[in-house]
C-alpha cells in the first residue's frame, strides 16, 4: 500500500467512525447516512484511491478543475457531485459529468441545467440550496436561495424535463441568527425538507454537514455529509 493510500485509508476510517458514533448517538442507522467526499483541489490520483477504498460519491465545486479529473476518472464506479455556486455559462459542461447537482438557487439556472440535461439524454439530480442567513426570499452570501423561495424552486425543478428534484442542501451560516449554531441550522433544513416533502415526497435527501460539523448534520437527521478535509487533509492553497 502506498503512503498516500495509507494515509486516507486512515483518514477513511476515523471519519467513518464519526458518522457511526454519531448515528449511534441520535439512534440512527449507519447506513442512512451516505458519506460524499469533496476532493475539491485534490487529483485524480486521490479520486482513484478513495475508489478503491470503497467511496462512491466525490463532490466539486469547480467546474475547470471538476471536468478534466471526472474525464480521467470516468471508469471508475462513482457519482459526481456538484456543490459550488453554479455560472448558467458552466451548465453545459457540469451537465456532463454531474450525476446530482447540489446547488441550485435560481430559477435561471434551474432552465439552462434542464435544457442541457435534455440536450445530451441524461437526467439531473437537483438539491436546493437553502441559504439561511437570506432574507426570506433573498440570497446567501455562499449562495442558496431564502427559505421563502423554496417552494417555488421546488416546483420548477420538479415540472422540468430533465430534471430530478431530490432535496435540498444547505451550509452551516457565518451570519445571521444561525452563526456558530450548526446543529440548529441543520435542524431548521430538517423542518423545511418535511414541508417540501409534502408536495415532493420523493425529494427526501438532506445533504448538510462538513469535516467540522457532521456530528450535528447526523444528529438533526441529514441524510449526506460533505466530507473534505478530514478524509484528504489540509487543502493546498488555490493560487
Not at 447516512?33 to 465545486?61: C, F, Q
Not at 442558496?144 to 444547505?170: K, W
Amino acid at each position: 500500500m502506498t503512503d498516500r493510500k495509507a494515509q486516507l485509508a486512515e483518514n477513511l476510517a476515523k471519519v467513518e467512525d464519526r458518522i457511526a458514533t454519531a448515528c449511534t448517538a441520535a439512534g440512527r442507522k449507519r447506513e442512512e447516512v451516505t458519506l460524499i467526499v469533496v476532493t475539491k483541489t485534490y487529483p485524480a490520483s486521490d479520486v482513484r484511491i478513495l475508489s478503491e477504498l470503497g467511496v462512491r460519491h466525490v463532490a466539486e465545486n469547480r467546474d475547470q478543475d471538476a471536468a478534466p479529473k471526472a474525464a480521467e476518472c470516468a471508469d471508475l464506479p462513482l457519482t459526481w457531485h456538484f456543490v459550488g455556486q453554479l455560472q448558467t455559462n458552466k451548465v453545459r459542461s457540469v451537465v456532463g459529468y454531474a450525476d446530482l447537482v447540489q446547488s441550485v438557487d435560481r430559477a435561471r439556472l434551474v432552465t439552462a441545467l434542464s435544457k442541457e440535461a435534455v440536450r445530451i439524454e441524461r437526467r439531473i439530480g437537483c438539491l436546493i440550496q437553502v441559504a439561511l442567513d437570506a432574507q426570506e426570499s433573498g440570497r446567501g452570501e455562499r449562495g442558496g436561495v431564502g427559505t421563502g423561495g423554496i417552494e417555488e424552486l421546488g416546483e420548477l425543478v420538479a415540472g422540468a424535463p430533465g430534471l430530478r428534484l431530490d432535496g435540498l442542501m444547505t451550509v452551516a451560516p457565518l451570519t445571521g441568527e444561525y452563526a456558530g449554531r450548526q446543529q440548529a441550522a441543520f435542524e431548521r433544513l430538517m423542518d423545511l425538507s418535511t414541508v417540501l416533502r409534502r408536495a415532493h415526497p420523493a425529494a427526501n435527501m438532506v445533504s448538510a454537514g462538513m469535516s467540522s460539523d457532521l456530528e450535528q448534520a447526523v444528529a438533526a437527521g441529514a441524510t449526506h455529509v460533505r466530507v473534505g478535509t478530514a478524509v484528504l487533509g489540509v487543502r493546498p492553497r488555490l493560487g
